[in-house]
């Protein structure tokens, strides 16, 4: 095999010139013309032996087109894994070639040789031109030697044909007529150089799609239409445990033929299929593998199916990895065990559940007067749990409207109600998979919800407003209360299943006038918070703290604190403001500071009597100051959302 045409141009295709007769002359003369376009080479051998010279090149990617005629292209087409274009003979040529054997040779009888099949228009026009045309047709090269021997047989002096008719035709004494003209052989090349670009490209896309493929961590098998593989990578192989060093080809198939078969009846549109094709979970030697399988088609027609795997486990870390990384930052609990301050028993009681709760993923209750620290609790727990560094998600369940609360929770898809977001939203328990959702004030979830509250605390998956398929979900749950659950379960008003699930393990925050010995620690500590927040100077020696703290002493020991520990930081903070070093006077007292302490409820609790507030409290506080509820709740100590509860129970007037 000799290259005839060497040029420096990247990407030509490669162009074998297959004859060992006049063709291969004619062939090589036409080639450098088409220098600057492909790469040539010429085979002066033909069948066998042209086969066993091409292969090597084939394989290795050099020749991409076979440029070849007669019997011998047929033959070639049949052989080789390439495409072969074959030099073809139109009727100009073959009246071209009669033309010149009457010019040459006028009154001689001619015959003519034709690969495949006669012309029987060619008979008709002997007759016309009062010409003795004689054909016979040839499959293969001994029948192109039979064709010749018996044209010479019956008289004819000149035989008109493929190279090696003419060549036979010569050593017996014949004149003889090439076959092939310039054009049809410059139209070949053509339609060779044509050709190898497309075959270039087609393969230039398939080397690059198998490289990325190869190069995929999931699984990846092409089927034709028949079953057969076409393409399978290496992490295929390795999931189902087949040696790529080995014809895998057969256990492929049979290995995946479940997913093959599902892919060609969903494309076929089987309704009676309960079971989809994609992502279905299969063990597969003792690994559980995510498979899917999907029909491949091509102008409207199906082609083959592709089939995917992928490792279960690989893609539970890349969900936790995706879900840790898109995590908003305020997902994150900030607070620890460590930051229950108090030496009471009942803080040491509190502390003492809480880290034991935190050992398990067993749904927690916690219960208690608001502001006693519930989600600071919750947030330790959650700390100080395994699924710390995950999400840890608050929810008020007192906050909003019903139909709000469901698909902040729940989550919707796309269009599943009016004003519902692009895209679908995901539920608040979706966003806290692998963490710990807090759900606070759950006595006041409306009933309709408490249903499916149970449900996800049953199932553990959630079901979006609008969606066709619940999502599992992996959260541990902590409820907070400040309400009697049981007083509530016997009322009607919430469910007792809810009630059971939820009160698994149960942790009961005292409220602050039940560990008044804490109080002056706690004090301490808020003040220094109290300082950082509001950006007050820190006190050069410590002492001023020391004298706030013992100027508060009194409301310490008598005040009943409504408001628990964030009703004391709102006090702390205050004094820090307004006690500075600067303004400090020994002729500031209680009422001039804290006016609201000293009002109707105040002053009974100052005086000794201990109780919660109520909602005459509520009332009264409402009308001092004007129906402003920010400066009511203030007033008595109270968070807005408490206030606003005390004012449900108001009767209408």
Known sequence: ????????????????????????????????????????????????????????????????????????????????????????????????????AISLWPGESVGLVLHEAISKELAALGKYLRLDLRQRAYRSLDEVREAVDTLAAEGCTVIIGPGMACDLALRAGLH???????????????????????????????????????????????????????????????????????????????????????????????????????????????????????????????????????????????????????RPRHLVARHKLADLTGTSVAIARVRRLAQASAAHDATLLLIGESGTGKELVAQGVHNASARRGNPFVAFNCAALPEGLIESELFGHEEGAFTGARRGGKPGLFEVAHTGTIFLDEVGEMPAALQSRLLRVLQEREVMKLGAGRATPIDVRVIAATHRDLRELVRQGTFRADLYFRLNLLQIALPALRERREDIPGLARELLVRSRSKYGLPAPNDGKNDARIVAFLQPLFASYAWPGNVRELENLVARAAIYLTDDAWSAQHDLREIFPEMFADAGEAAVAGEVRSVTPDDVRRALAAHGGNRAAASRALGIGRTTLWRLLKALPNP
Request: net charge negative; hydrophobic share 45%; glycine share 8%.
């Open 176 to 326: 003889s007529v090439f076959l092939y003209s310039l054009g049809a052989v410059e139209e070949a090349f053509e339609r060779s150089i044509e050709l190898g670009r497309m075959s270039r490209q087609k393969e230039s896309k398939r080397v690059r799609l198998n490289t990325i493929v190869a190069h995929l961590r999931d699984g990846v098998a092409a089927f034709d239409e028949s079953g057969q593989v076409e393409v399978v990578n290496p992490a295929m192989l390795e999931l189902l445990g087949l040696d790529r060093a080995q014809d895998v080809s057969g256990q492929l198939i049979r290995t995946l033929a479940p997913h093959v078969r599902d892919a060609s009846v969903r494309d076929a549109g089987d309704s009676d299929s309960d079971t989809p094709a994609s992502e279905r979970i299969e063990q597969v030697g003792g690994r559980a593998l995510i498979m899917n399988s999907l029909p491949i088609v091509e102008h409207g027609v199906r082609a083959g199916i592709v089939v995917t795997a992928q490792d279960a486990l690989v893609a539970q870390r890349i969900d936790r990895s995706l879900r840790t990384s898109q």
């Open 1 to 100: 095999m000799s290259q005839l045409v060497s040029n420096p141009v990247p990407g030509r295709p490669g162009i074998a010139l297959v004859s060992f007769s006049q063709l291969a002359t004619l062939c090589e003369t036409v080639a450098p013309r088409y220098a600057d376009q492909a790469r040539f080479f010429s085979v002066r051998a033909g069948y066998g032996a042209a086969v066993a010279a091409l292969q090597t090149h084939i394989d290795g990617g050099t020749v991409d087109v076979v440029l070849a005629a007669g019997s011998n292209g047929a033959y070639l087409r049949d052989n080789l894994g390439v495409p072969v274009v074959m030099v073809k003979v139109n009727g100009f040529d073959v009246l071209n070639a009669i033309a010149q």
